[in-house]
């Protein structure tokens, strides 16, 4: 079991639909775990609640944010279908909903796609690329996941004026991916308006993930980017191929630009 | 009262979160009335059950294809904060829950964007444009809604090969755009993947809408467009500016190719 696997895992607790969890604290930003690690807890909650293979769309709004310790997964199966099954879940913590999600589940195809819009984006290889952060930032999540910047879209140590940042993922226990860590992975890159000059904490207030494909073993290569600052919001979508081309995520954020973490 | 809001208008029926309201058969095609249509009564509730302005995320999941006649949306506000309070919203009919959606509201910026990554897409003018189907299909809903495809992007009377559909949308009765509207604009064209030749009902899974400003009154310009089409299944994107080119809407749904109408 790989250490991916082994720390976004949950547990049943009954037959009421309750999954019990561990948010670690090794797959957190400044003391909070990553979005996309607690969508794959949520996500692994909903395919076991409904006995699916994989999650094909989620859709989550973030109310709170939960911090590293124990929480639960409230899962409700709402239909059950030859070709897709759904579930509410919502991790729970401190007797409070903090991540409120609808996961609709099935198998996802492993084949070549009959239509791609455009082709998986150039980067350099890994090792040309840069590893994300500086020593301002807290970035525990990143011992457990090898991310490498393209240094012409990183934002550090200068930002770009252009937000997109692409990036290779792996894990660090070169576990391969699977549709568990492409949650993961549509979220691990620094918030792509850093490269307008907007650091801080961008909490997410609602992130989808579409999964497309199985992944294939290697390196991930993904792509972030925004289409519109304003007001204090904006969005940021990512997409991910896997090491053959093929597109295997896209997500869509709603995150609020360069706020300070605060108590709720 | 515009036309629209009288037949997307949601009656709260006591202190239990349930709203009554009657899914119209002018919304509809081919008798199932348009996911756009029924996003929006859901997201009307949903403010209500909140006491919020503006709806900011939408997602929802399609469980099964509700007809044209009354329904209820049971609604339960799961955070109520400062900037954004959110609620979970269902559309239920025959006893059984038809969407599941969750929402996050608050209040739009209607300012113009600090930064956008590409202006609104030029599009020959309306009276240049042309209204979508053929005789083959039936569209209630164009007697509501006046939409203009830019005939180098229609999938009538051929299909183009790409997969992008640019339009202009307003309601018939003139009414202005507003949030509510906009969620009817991002799913009202005809389905990306006509134009790589694959026509029929084409079910949404998941559609997930951020409403990211107040639209200015006029005409809005839309854009929708495919990033890939794998084992029988879509994404469709759709992008809407106002009168003024700003950003107002994005979308993205998953959803399957070319299917027949099936009961439940």
């Known amino acids: 079991m790989s250490v991916f696997s082994a720390e976004s895992a949950v547990q049943r607790r009954d037959d009421s639909g309750v999954y019990d969890t561990a948010l670690s604290e090794r797959w957190a930003i400044g003391g909070k775990p990553n979005g996309g690690y607690t969508l794959s807890i949520i996500a692994r909650a909903a395919c076991e609640a409904v006995g699916a293979e994989h999650p094909l769309a989620v859709s ?7 911090g590293s310790s124990a ?4 899962t409700e199966v ?3 279908g030859r070709r897709v099954s759904s579930a509410r879940a919502t991790l729970w913590q401190n007797d409070k909903p903090q991540i409120d999600a609808l996961v609709s589940t099935g198998r996802l195809p492993s084949g070549p ?79 792509t308006v850093f490269n307008l000059q907007r650091y801080g904490w961008a909490p997410t207030v609602e992130l989808t993930v579409l999964l497309r494909g199985l992944p294939e073993p290697g390196w991930l290569r993904c792509e972030s980017t925004t289409r519109m600052m304003s007001d204090g919001w904006f969005d940021e979508e990512a997409s991910v191929w896997d090491a053959t081309g093929r597109l295997v995520a896209q997500s869509r954020q709603l995150a609020l630009v360069g706020e300070r973490p605060k108590k709720d």
Do not use: N
């Open 78 to 80: 709402v239909r059950s």
């Open 60 to 66: 989550a709004h973030y109310l709170r944010a939960p």
């Open 113 to 191: 796609p009959e239509w791609m819009s455009r082709p998986a984006p150039d980067l350099p290889p890994p090792e040309e690329c840069v590893p994300p952060g500086t020593e301002k930032f807290q970035l525990e999540i990143f011992d457990r996941v090898d991310l490498r910047i393209d240094p012409a879209t990183s934002p550090f140590p200068k930002f770009t004026g252009d937000p997109t940042i692409r990036y290779w993922f792996r894990l660090h226990d070169l576990s391969e991916p699977d549709p568990f860590s492409l949650l993961v992975a549509v979220d691990a890159a620094p918030p």
């Open 71 to 74: 929480a639960e997964v409230r």
